[in-house]
Structures are given as C-alpha cells and as structure tokens.
C-alpha cells in the first residue's frame, strides 16, 4: 500500500475519496467527526500544492439526485474546518465538476456532489461501474484513498478509480488499518469485545469470528433480547430477530465450548413503549414483562460489564447498549463508555454510531486509544473479510 508521501502531488490534480457520510439534521450537521477526520490528508495535500478534489457519499439516494441528501452542506462545514474556500460541484462528473476542477488553483480545494446521485457508483455490474469510474477519474491525475468507512464497498469510487489512476493510501485509512491489525494479530490479552446495536443480523459474520479470538464478550443493545430469547426468557415487546434464533443458540453453544465469556445482561430497563419519556423500571434479564420492552441496560448489567473490563488489556466496543438519543435510556452507553476510559486497555470505538454516541454523551475521545470512522469497514474487516477498497490498494 503507497502512502501519501509517495506521490508527487504538487500542482496536480489529486482526487480523495473521503468519507463525509455524517449524520444531518435538515441541513444541519449534528455530528462532524468524520469531516474532522478527513482534514489531515487534505491539508497535508494542499500544502504540498495539489489541486484537490475530494469526492464522498451521503446517505442512499440510490442513484438519484435527491436534494435531501446533496453534500453541500459538508462542503461549508469542510470549508470552516479547513480554513479556506471549499468550491462545491453541483454534479459529480459532469459539466459544472468540470469546470470546478479547471478553475482550481494550486493548494485549492473542491468538493463534488454526492457520488450515490450516479447510478454507476454502486452498481453491482463491472462495466456500468467502470463507465463511471472513467468518468471521474477523468477529472485527476492521482488518486488517494482516505475514506476508512467506506472502504468495504465495491463501488467505483473505492475500488475501480484505484486501478485507472496512480494511487496511495491517506492517512486515515492508515492509520485505521494499523488499529485494525493489532486487534487481529498478537492481540494483548485479557482481548474484551463489547457489541451492541439493534440487529445482530448485523454482527453474524463478526460475532463468529470473534468467537475464535476474544476471552470475553460482552453483549448489549437491541441484539441482546435475540441472545436472551434463545435461551428461552421472555422479551415482551422488546426488540427481537426471531429469525435469528438458531444462529444465536449455535454462537452460544460455540462459546461454551470454545470457553469464552459470552456475558449477557442480568437486568434492564423496561418501558412501556418507544418513547423518550416513556414510564420504566429496572427488571432481571430474565423478567422482562410481556408488556414491556427493554430500551437499555440495567444498573447491575453496568457494573457486571465495567468489571468485564477492568482488567482488559485490548478492547473493542461497537454499538449502543441502549436507545442512547434519549436521556433517560443512554446510561448503560454512557457506563461503557466510561468503562474503557477507566481502563488503561488498547481500546478502540468502531463505528458510526457508537464514535457518535461518545460525542453526544460529551465524552472526551481523547479518553480512548482510537475512535474508528468505520462502523460496518471495522467489523468487515474484524470479520476477516477482504475489503474492496484495500485489496485495490494492493500493487
Ligand atoms: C457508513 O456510514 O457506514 C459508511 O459511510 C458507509 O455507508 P453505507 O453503509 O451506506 O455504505
Ligand atoms: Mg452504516
């Protein structure tokens, strides 16, 4: 993998493809951490004089112009952070990305549309796919790839524009993939995984593999009441992947066997409904009512998964253990949180919203040894998977 250093940038056209992809409220940006985080390849290229365009996904407008998904509020956003003009293309490879990219001056920098407004970008078809990426590989001469989070798609921009420019790795994806490593090789032990979020239709591929590597893992979230309702408690109105049942016996029978930790919570707090003032009380695991459902994890369950913790020495933690938007349900995410800050583990935050969760909750990231970008690249990645836009790297 070239880094960026590598490549004679000056005075060239560098495409970046960055991952912008940040949660909007309208227009407003509610967290920029992924915009921050592509500011140090983008300096680093303009004040080595390349003429820069970056290019990135917003949401899945599914190969249309949608104006509820253009990018060019990150464009502002990018532009603040950046301390200088960020010129905005109103399409990604037509006429106006153009004549943006030709008016660019040395140590300039454009931003294009939204990729996903291309049908190409996405397509699960190699040659329509390719059509675009010639398209937008038109507009440079280098192509560097920095967009972490979205590296285990297949798409033009991730994996097809590599092979048509000369190319290099920024600094995230860098330093991201030399995180990933060291929670695949010679992993300091006790090796601790946390994983929660709605679905563990999600985490199937990550969990097995997980299940071959880790000496504990904690679950919690909304895929917790899939694993306590395999062991056969009711989950009331909690939520429940009752198509996942034989999966999540068979990882609980594989943990047994294989001696790991697989720790679950012991209580909840169970509401009356969705809601962010909904009624609650603290309830066992395994008593949750019929009527209820459980929005997050119980005070006995926080402090069971602190002590799982205490005496880690590598930690990963992917997604919530609780509905975290709303107050009163973001304790048990806030305990984990706090948890790996305590510690003095290797600890790393995978994922969209578990990195947004740690800022919304006000939590400093420096607490943590990194906060990934990636939500679904660092689990593919965990999974042993070959990423796309890595293995394009490859030369
Ligand atoms: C993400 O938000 O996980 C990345 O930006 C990739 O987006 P996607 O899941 O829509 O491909
Ligand atoms: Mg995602």
């Known amino acids: 993998m070239r880094k960026l250093d590598d490549l004679e940038v000056k005075g060239r056209r ?46 899945r407008p599914k190969g249309q112009p949608k104006p509820e998904f253009s990018l060019r509020p990150v464009a502002r956003r990018l532009g603040e952070l950046l301390g200088q003009e960020v ?14 990219v030709a008016s660019l001056q040395d140590g300039q920098v454009a931003l294009l549309e939204n990729l996903r407004y291309e049908p190409g970008e996405e397509s699960k078809d190699d040659a329509t796919r390719r059509a675009f990426a ?31 420019l000369p190319h290099a790795a920024g600094g995230l994806v860098v330093a991201e993939v030399e995180v990933l490593r060291k929670l695949t090789e010679d992993t300091e032990r006790p090796y601790v995984v946390v994983l929660g979020g709605a679905k563990v239709s999600d985490k199937l591929g990550v969990i097995a593999n997980l299940l071959t590597k880790v ?8 895929m917790a009441y899939t694993f306590l309702a395999a062991q056969g ?25 294989r001696g790991v930790d697989l720790v679950l919570p012991v209580d909840v707090l169970a509401a009356t409904g969705f809601a962010e003032d909904a009624p609650y009380d603290v309830v066992g695991a395994t008593e949750i009512p019929a009527d209820r459902e459980g929005l997050d994890i119980g005070p ?13 020495r590598t930690v990963f933690w992917n997604g919530p253990m609780g509905v975290f938007e709303f107050e009163a349900f973001s304790g048990g995410t806030r305990a984990v949180a706090e948890a790996l800050i305590a510690s003095d583990a290797f600890t790393v935050v995978g994922g969209g919203d578990s990195a947004a969760a740690v ?11 990194h906060i990934s970008t990636g939500g679904g690249a660092s689990l593919e990645y965990l999974e042993g998977k070959t990423l796309p836009g890595l293995a394009a790297l490859e030369d």
């Open 134 to 164: 010639e398209k937008l590989a038109a507009l440079a001469e280098l192509y560097v790839s920095d967009g972490f989070g979205a590296v285990h798609r297949k798409h033009a921009s991730v994996y097809d524009v590599p092979a048509l």
């Open 14 to 59: 560098v495409l970046v493809r960055a991952d912008l992809n940040v949660p909007l409220d309208g227009a407003t940006i509610t967290d920029d951490g992924r915009i921050r985080a592509s500011v140090p390849t983008i300096t680093a290229l303009v004040e080595a004089g390349a003429k820069v365009i970056v290019c990135a996904h917003l949401g």
């Open 300 to 312: 006995a369950t926080r402090e069971l998964f602190a002590a799982k913790l205490a005496d880690a």
């Open 233 to 257: 408690h009711e989950v009331g109105n909690s939520l429940l992947q009752a198509d996942q049942l034989d999966q999540v016996r068979g990882f609980l029978d594989e943990a047994a066997k």
């Open 87 to 100: 010129a905005f293309a109103g399409d990604v490879a037509g006429p106006s990305a153009q004549s943006t």
């Open 215 to 222: 000496d504990r893992l904690l679950v919690g979230g909304g």
């Open 359 to 369: 800022r919304k909750l006000g939590l400093a990231e420096d607490g943590f040894s």
